[in-house]
């Protein structure tokens, strides 16, 4: 009976609940955005980070009271904010979203709301720099699929996409890159007030930012049509910009016709596209794959050389040595080698060991793959029979001759299974290093496909690069075994007595 | 001429060796013979110093191993007491990595600094000697029990020691075999070798050897010229050994 009372007490109030969810659901304005790194326009409020800020928050919050709606945040991932909207994850995308071609393609856009310009950004010492035209042969970083990535790709400057403004500034910072690119209220949000770095020229190029729906959504577009026009008239729009610092001459210029309610002349505004052509796609892959093909090999070079140090020290060293030794494999075995890439690219800059992003990954999955390939090698080695060491000892051989001419050579053969198994993995681990904005293969599908649309094509071809390297690999290393198979019958004898 | 005095070796508290005393003169054959136990394998890996002494000494030619001497001193004389005597181990241990060629040159190349060549034109006529010339560009794991032990013949004689060791010869060998294997160890014995056989066989040991010795707890009972043990040992632990060999 006690048990029987809070139960219905429970359904009642789901009932209830339910039954008020359902009704409200009209009531209620559900927006998507990134806020990871996305001040000024909506992110984490550090003094409470369970809350969310930014001037796009509190316009929304203004947008749907003037549409008799309740505003509801729905976190998300700016890459994968026009799927999530199509899979109704959300109604609408308010997240500085600008009205491209193959944007319109898919989903519905608002009014503008907003009228941005792009400002380059390079460090307080460097002077070789004071507009994008001096950037033809230097690397540029900027938001994946933006305006400002498109304008880059359009003018051939070498650019790289950063998930968020935090790590592009900071790479800049770090001389990792020489300039950013970015829409000006986050380039006041995070640049202006750095004093290592400066404004290379003014702030050029204006674009606008709408709301995004989806494709069929008249109604609700209508709506939010309305609700901006009634938010700009009455100046609310104005005191949050004010407030914000992004409000400018241009927002003057934008929203002057609107309130005196004459014709809206947007002739000025430039609306880019993404110009997609298949060749240049292509000329990026090729190098994404040369930059893999790089990491995966240099990183393997790594791991077999570190790795017999440290196999060495676990099997036969001191108990110091190999405490060392096992301490690192465990290590390097027990956490994930993104955390291990991030730690790399991030933390070590702290005392002032900023590498490339490519080296970094280089040398992480190096240090993280060397782990593996000792516990290859300490197999490969406890493998051989105590006879071999003992045989060798009673031909006068001292023990660094044994190993190196007798036991090394066979460990080699029981060995070769595992490490080219570890080449091919390594090989696809190489696509962690997309955590660290490394022009890779995964990376390179990642932007090329949410610039196209090509997710399917783009996979194939991808696939297909790796593919084509990693079979040849896989292909090489089973000759290779062969190879030392075929010793064991009559073969010449050359191969392997080198004097 | 080897000789072996107060040997002493124990695992733990297990006294494998109690003081062993014998005389190998040169070229000649000296065959072991005892239960399983009696620590005749062990007086071998004394012998090629894969186990360290706890007592006594062992002569061989000019290299002196004993107990009183500091560690790197004791390293130094095992290295040396290793060109002295050669061994051939029971399941050969040949390296499978190399060719029968390979496994022969290895260690005059690498380990005695003989140019390539001429360690290749040696291994030849070794080779010839054992009856493998056909194979010397196989592989061990192609070849027959009786052609990898032919090999391991090769190998440890191509190190010119003073004293080779046989740890159990013949485990591996049919009959036919047993008898081409003794007329090609009494021919290298001929060539001025001086050799120690372990083994179970007393049939192969009383063809071969020119004298005997009977081991039992880690002591030896009698040693002495093969036919006078065979016919009338003196000991009689030494005629119910052979009693029950029989």
């Not at chain 2, 061994?87 to 390539?116: C, D, M, W, Y």
């Not at chain 2, 071969?208 to 010229?225: A, K, Q, T, Y």
């Not at chain 2, 632990?237 to 052979?242: A, M, Q, S, W």
Request: hydrophobic share 45%; proline share 5%; glycine share 8%.
């Amino acid at each position: 009976m006690n048990n029987i009372q809070p139960l219905r007490l429970i359904i009642c109030c789901l009932t209830v609940l339910h039954v008020f969810s359902v009704a409200s659901a009209q009531d209620v304005l559900r927006w998507g955005a990134d806020p990871s790194g996305g001040a000024p326009y909506v992110y984490t409020d550090p003094s409470a980070p369970d809350n969310y800020i930014g001037y796009e928050k509190e316009m929304v919050d203004a947008l749907a009271t003037a549409m008799g709606k309740k505003a509801e945040f729905v976190p998300s991932d700016w890459e994968t904010l026009v799927s999530a909207l199509q899979r109704k994850s959300f109604d609408v995308i308010v997240n500085g979203l600008e009205p491209t071609g193959d944007r319109a393609q898919q989903i519905l856009f608002s009014k503008p709301y907003y009228i941005f310009q792009l400002q380059l950004t390079v460090r307080r010492e460097d002077n070789r720099i004071t507009s994008l035209d001096d950037c033809k042969n230097r690397i540029v970083g900027t938001l994946g699929n933006t305006a400002a990535s498109r304008m880059l790709q359009q003018q051939n400057i070498p650019f790289r996409s950063y998930q968020d403004p935090v790590g592009a500034y900071r790479d800049l910072e770090l001389k990792r890159i020489d300039a950013v690119l970015m829409d000006v209220p986050a380039e006041a949000f995070y640049a202006r007030k750095n004093q290592k770095l400066k404004q290379a020229g003014p702030p050029f190029s204006r674009g606008l930012y709408v709301i995004g729906l989806r494709k069929g959504d008249e109604a609700l577009k209508a709506q939010v049509d309305a609700g901006i026009d009634k938010i700009i008239v009455d100046g609310t729009l104005e005191s949050i910009l004010k407030k914000w610092g992004l409000w400018n001459d241009a927002q003057v210029e934008f929203q002057t016709p609107i309130r005196t309610g004459t014709k809206q002349e947007v002739g000025n505004i430039e609306m880019t596209n993404s110009s997609f052509n298949w060749g240049e796609a292509l000329k990026r892959l090729t190098k994404a794959a040369m930059v893999t093909v790089l990491i995966a090999f240099g990183s393997m070079l790594i791991a077999v050389v570190l790795g017999l140090p440290l196999a060495l020290g676990q099997w036969k060293g001191p108990i110091w040595l190999r405490v060392i030794c096992t301490a690192y494999v465990e290590f390097f075995r027990g956490t994930p080698v993104l955390v291990q890439l991030l730690f790399l690219y991030f933390g070590l800059p702290v005392i002032g060991i900023a590498m490339p992003g490519w080296l970094t990954a280089l040398v992480g999955l190096g240090l993280n793959y060397a782990a593996y390939e000792s516990q290859v090698y300490r197999a490969a080695l406890e493998a051989i029979p105590k006879g071999q060491w003992e045989a060798a000892y009673s031909l006068g051989m001292s023990p660094i001759l044994a190993f190196r001419r007798i036991i090394l050579p066979q460990a080699f053969r029981f060995a070769l299974p595992p490490m080219t198994n570890d080449f091919v993995s390594l090989f696809k681990d190489t696509s962690v290093a997309f955590a660290i904005s490394v022009w890779e293969l995964a990376t390179a599908y990642r932007e090329l496909a949410n610039a196209s649309g090509q997710f399917l094509l783009l996979g194939l071809i991808v696939s297909i690069f790796y593919l084509a390297m990693s079979l040849p690999m896989a292909h090489l290393a089973r000759l290779l075994e062969q190879s030392m198979r075929g010793r064991t019958t009559e073969r010449p004898e050359e191969a392997e007595v080198a004097a | 001429m080897i000789r072996v005095s107060g040997l002493r070796k124990q695992f733990g508290s297990n006294q494998i060796l109690r003081g062993v005393e014998f005389e190998v003169p040169a070229k000649s054959v000296l065959g072991v013979i005892g239960a399983s136990g009696s620590g005749k394998t062990t007086l071998l890996r004394c012998l090629n110093g894969l186990e360290r002494l706890d007592g006594g000494t062992i002569q061989c030619n000019d290299v002196v191993l004993e107990t009183n001497i500091s560690a790197a001193e004791y390293r130094r004389r095992v290295k040396n007491l290793r060109l002295e005597v050669g061994t051939v181990f029971q399941h050969f241990f040949l390296f499978p990595h190399l060719s029968v060629l390979g496994n022969v040159i290895e260690a005059p190349v690498h380990v005695r600094g003989v140019p390539k060549k001429k360690a290749e034109a040696e291994a030849h006529e070794l080779l010839d000697a054992v009856g493998m010339k056909h194979a010397v560009r196989r592989y061990p794991d192609s070849l027959s029990g009786g052609e990898q032990q032919r090999v391991a013949i090769a190998r440890a004689l191509a190190m010119q020691p003073a004293l080779v060791l046989f740890d159990e010869p013949t485990s591996a060998l049919d009959p036919r075999r047993i008898q081409s294997l003794r007329a090609l160890l009494r021919s290298f014995v001929d060539r001025g070798h001086t050799m120690i056989i372990i083994s179970h066989s007393i049939g192969f040991l009383g063809a071969v050897s020119d004298n005997l010795l009977f081991m039992e707890g880690g002591l030896v009972v009698e040693h002495g010229p093969t036919g006078q043990m065979m016919k009338e040992p003196k000991d009689p632990r030494t005629k119910d050994f052979l009693a029950q060999a029989e």
